[in-house]
Every structure is written in structure tokens, then in C-alpha cells.
């Protein structure tokens, strides 16, 4: 189980391969913090895997907008990673993968490796998100945002602000948009 104190992170960087290995690392490090090498193998290996996919696909549809990491302890002892990136599109599967074929793996291996994963494309901003769960024990599926009155709210608050021109609001409100959907419905939720 993870220390009581085990620090989250996030990274935001751009759409290059040299960033790479920074997401590796940073999750890494993250894990040595949080005492749990037990999960390092494969939450870095997936990270990568994630990344990796968010990068190829900015470069390959010339999106420039920065990648976003964030890295967090969803429960006792389990770590949810959650990738987004700014190119539209989801990431395809390719079954079966040529022993020669230096790439088109990345998905099998996420879904292999994962305890939960998933795609998303609904929420604030364009592109989509890629998350995963390791260290986990039984998780349900996150629930729907149609009919969301939480999204409803915070979104009604989020154009309140943009119409009142108070950047201080927007900001905040965007944040809680954004925090809101990612924790309600892109990531798992552990089973009670």
C-alpha cells in the first residue's frame, strides 16, 4: 500500500518523442516516492506505451498542443494514469501484430497490462484521453455524462464566466469542468 502522504502529479508538455521518457520518469519517480517499486514495471512501461500513442498522434494530424500527464493514487494502493492529447481521432487496435512490425502494439500491451483502461473523446477541449488503473482490485466502469446534472452546473458556471470576461472565474470554473468529468466519468471508480 502506498505511504499516507504519496504525492500526485501532473506534466504538461509538447508533442515531441523526447518527451517520452520525462512521462517514464515522472511516473517513476512518483512511484519510488510513494514507496511502491511493486507497480513501477508496468505503470512506466504503460505510460510510455500511452504516451507514445498521444504523441504519434499530434504529429501525425500536425496538432500542436501540449500533452497532458497526470498521475494520481485513486484509492488505497492503486494508480490511475491519464493521458490526453489535442489530436483528433481515436487510437486504433491492430490485430494481430507481425513479429516484424516496429510498432502497433501499444493498445494490446495497455490492455494487457492495465487493470482498467480506457478511450475517451467527450469532455472539455478537443483530442481525447487515454487512461489506465494498476494496483487495482475490481473496478466498475465510470458512469455516463448524458444527463449529468454535476456537468450541467458546472458548465452553466463555466459560460456565466466567460460571459462575464473574469479570467480569474473562467480558470477556476474550466478546472472544475475538467476535474469533474475526469473523476466522474473518464476514470474508474473501485468497486464498494
Known amino acids: 500500500m502506498r505511504t499516507p502522504h504519496a504525492p500526485d502529479c501532473s506534466l504538461v508538455f509538447p508533442p515531441h518523442p523526447a518527451w517520452v521518457r520525462t512521462a517514464r520518469e515522472t511516473v517513476r519517480t512518483m512511484l519510488t516516492a510513494a514507496r511502491r517499486s511493486d507497480l513501477a514495471e508496468t505503470a512506466v512501461a504503460l505510460t510510455s506505451e500511452a504516451v507514445t500513442n498521444a504523441v504519434n498522434a499530434c504529429l501525425a494530424k500536425g496538432c500542436r498542443t501540449p500533452v497532458t500527464l497526470s498521475a494520481e493514487w485513486a484509492g488505497p494502493g492503486h494508480l490511475r494514469v491519464l493521458v490526453h492529447d ?40 478537443r483530442g481525447k484521453a487515454m487512461w489506465f488503473v494498476v494496483g487495482a482490485p475490481a473496478v466498475r466502469a465510470p458512469r455516463s455524462p448524458v444527463g449529468c446534472a454535476d456537468c450541467t452546473g458546472l458548465e452553466t458556471a463555466r459560460r456565466e464566466a466567460v460571459k462575464n470576461g473574469d479570467r480569474r472565474r473562467i480558470e477556476d470554473a474550466t478546472v472544475a469542468v475538467r476535474s469533474h468529468f475526469r473523476d466522474a466519468h473518464l476514470l474508474p471508480v473501485r468497486a464498494r
Open 86 to 125: 489535442g489530436a483528433a481521432g481515436l487510437p486504433v487496435r491492430r490485430y494481430p501484430a507481425c513479429p516484424d512490425d516496429e510498432s502497433g502494439r501499444g493498445l494490446m500491451l495497455i490492455e494487457r497490462g492495465a487493470d482498467a483502461w480506457g478511450v475517451c473523446t467527450h469532455g472539455p477541449g
